[in-house]
């Protein structure tokens, strides 16, 4: 019996780096995945879909983009169990009760609303964790399988959960999940396979029963092992399970840390940049450092002008980004300043060469003279 797990489908994501039309193509990835994924379930011939929490990225989205989801969910060939997760809890305000996802008419689609075991095929239990809150108080897993009784003989049985293991929560919240609890449960057979959401990178613990399957697309550039489904093959008893990870995601996070201090930094950099694939799918994240000249920097400005226009979106992250401009005083000269500009430029240039706070708004101020200057040139 083979089944598809995956999670952190973020139906309704946003990113602020995104214009309105990179934004939509953003969104539209993460229902296309959805139907890859749903493709991938028929290839392998899956009997069900479980999706181990935050299928929604909040309970307040536009109707729209629900009904958008549904439909991206019609196309699913196979039985769906959805985990509410602490992003779309299962409260008051539950997007799971709202009338774009219950007059969907999705027959074969399920939430997971408690913890009963429910048998999704013969001889298969689930047994889902369900989020009432975004900031749970307890480790909820635990908490139900204290009160699980063990499955009938025969039946393997699937525990369905979303939140972070204690062994990976350096916060160590008290809703991070027992780690050892769960491997108890499964060597007493009281579960056989432990789906996980939360963590949007696939990760396995080492028993092999213990998986995240990660986000079907990415959302942060801390991802790693992301835009995967895992095709999971229960085995027979007295077997162990397996599975086989299958990627159906499209876009990609690049963060990029250079150091530029010359001409041929700024050219290697652009023969990089210009090599990567599928670049209309690229969130490109830069922080580079470095000291450069005023032709140079007007090299490596006119490089990330061409990426802001090229990749889904390009921009520098401020916090990590230090570039100094030093104009040489040949530079100066053959912009054809004089008289007071002259002197502003060489007392600008003596500014950035000092560093401190007023290093980076001498830089900018320098190529904006420049910019000025060479304007008739690249006119």
């Known amino acids: 019996m083979r089944f598809l797990q995956t999670s952190d489908w973020q139906w309704g994501m946003t990113r602020h780096w995104l214009d309105a039309d990179d934004q939509a193509r953003f969104t539209q990835a993460r229902n296309d995945a959805v139907v890859r994924a749903g493709a991938v379930a028929a290839e392998h011939d899956c009997a069900f879909m479980v999706v181990a929490g935050d299928v929604f990225d909040s309970n307040h989205l536009r109707r729209e983009t629900v009904r958008r989801a549904m439909e991206a969910l019609r196309q699913v060939p196979v039985p769906v169990y959805l985990l509410p997760g602490n992003h779309d809890a299962l409260n008051a305000a539950s ?16 939430v997971l609303r408690d913890s009963e075991p429910v048998e999704v095929a013969p001889g298969v239990e689930l047994v889902g964790v369900p989020l009432s809150t975004n900031q749970p108080d307890h480790d909820v897993v635990a908490a139900a399988l204290d009160e699980l009784e063990p499955p009938d003989e025969g039946v393997r049985r699937v525990l369905v959960a979303h939140g972070q293991l204690a062994e990976l929560d350096p916060g160590r919240r008290v809703s991070a999940l027992d780690g050892d609890r769960i491997r108890q449960a499964l060597d007493a057979g009281l579960v056989h396979w432990v789906a996980l959401g939360d963590r949007h990178s696939r990760w396995v613990d080492s028993s092999g029963l213990v998986h995240y399957s990660g986000a079907v697309e990415v959302t942060d550039f801390r991802d790693s092992d992301v835009g995967d489904v895992l095709v999971v093959d ?15 995601g499209t876009w ?8 530029v201090n010359s001409a041929e930094d700024v050219a290697r950099l652009r023969e990089q940049w ?17 000291t450069l000249s ?3 920097d007007a090299a490596l400005q006119e490089l990330l002008e061409w990426a802001e226009d090229t990749f889904a979106a390009a921009f520098a992250w401020d916090r990590h980004t230090d570039v100094v401009v030093v104009p ?17 430029a060489a007392d600008l240039k003596e500014q950035s060469e000092g560093g401190g706070e007023g290093a980076a708004a001498a830089s900018d ?15």
């Open 328 to 344: 040489d005083d040949a530079e100066l000269s053959d912009i054809g300043i004089g008289g007071y500009v002259a002197q502003a």
């Open 95 to 110: 997007v799971y009760d709202s009338t774009a996802f219950t007059e969907a008419g999705l027959d074969h689609v399920h």
């Open 365 to 379: 101020a320098l190529r904006l003279l420049h910019r000025y200057a060479t304007a008739g040139e690249r006119a």
């Open 274 to 290: 210009q090599a990567v694939e599928d670049k209309s799918t690229v969130l490109l994240r830069h922080a580079l450092t470095g």
């Open 294 to 296: 005023l032709t140079d």
């Open 234 to 248: 229960l085995a027979d008893e007295g077997a162990s399970p397996s599975a086989e990870v299958v990627h159906v």
């Open 252 to 259: 990609r996070m690049l963060e990029v840390r250079e150091e």
